[in-house]
């Protein structure tokens, strides 16, 4: 066991949820690390960690990395449900096949994360549900429409989780970034769409770092569990949309 309470990301291989729990691990957190890409994990060699090669569709995988973390270092205060994929394209000739797994991961996915560990901390009546959303949650973009979809899903169960979740004393926080510099790029396929996503990116000067989302993720963490702030949206200061 350590002095502080077990943190658990999935998608922690890159981007926003690595930078996550390097920060969290740096405040001498344990990590839980979840990725399909279990190299990188294991690459990082963050001190108190545990990773696990998890697809977050696998409900029971998943479960089962929570367990096994927890055995060792005390239960999941802190769930980033961060996994996800943004497959944008061109609604009317995008593959159907791209929205199935934009569903799974970002929907299920999610849902899958918060499964493992929300009766835990019913149970304990504490702990905190960081759920990754997208400034693409809040309002519509051009060839984003089914990423959009998965994105304003996260909001609203996010919204009725954090309703059901206060009698527990459990918090439910939102993260809503823009242009971050990430891999997400990485699963744009449609030549037009990321030439344009590329081109809006350039106009604005380049998206942030995703440090500074995880910097937030742990100041908003450290508040008193009865101090709850319920969304994060940051995006570069010139992006307009």
């Not at 995988?61 to 060792?72: N, T």
């Not at 205060?77 to 991961?105: C, H, S, T, Y």
Request: charged fraction near 20%; glycine fraction near 8%; proline fraction near 4%.
């Amino acid at each position: 066991m350590t002095a502080k309470p077990l943190v658990a990301v999935t998608g922690a291989s890159s981007g926003i949820g690595e930078a996550t729990a390097r920060a969290f691990s740096a405040a001498g957190h344990p990590v839980l690390l979840m990725a399909r890409r279990i190299e990188r994990l294991n690459a990082m060699r963050l001190p108190n960690s545990i990773s696990r090669q998890v697809d977050v569709r696998d409900r029971a995988a998943l479960a089962a990395a929570v367990r096994d973390a927890e055995a060792q270092f005390g239960p999941v205060d802190m769930m980033f449900a961060n996994a996800g994929v943004a497959r944008l394209a061109d609604i009317g000739k995008q593959d159907p096949a791209d929205w199935d797994e934009m569903i799974a991961i970002n929907i299920n996915g999610v849902m899958n994360s918060v499964h493992a560990v929300m009766s835990g901390m019913m149970e304990r009546r504490h702990g905190t549900l960081v759920m990754m959303s997208s400034i693409a949650g809040r309002k519509v973009y051009p060839d984003h429409t089914v990423y959009c979809g998965t994105k304003f899903f996260v909001h609203g169960v996010s919204e009725s989780l954090r309703e059901y979740l206060s009698s527990y004393d459990v918090r439910v926080l939102v993260i809503s970034p823009g242009i971050i510099e990430t891999e997400v790029l990485d699963g744009v396929k449609d030549p037009g769409t990321l030439a344009n996503y590329k081109a809006n990116k350039a106009a604005i000067g380049g998206g942030i770092g995703a440090e500074h989302v995880a910097k937030l993720i742990l100041d908003a963490y450290n508040l008193p569990q009865n101090a709850l702030v319920q969304e994060i949206c940051i995006t570069p200061t010139r992006q307009k949309y």
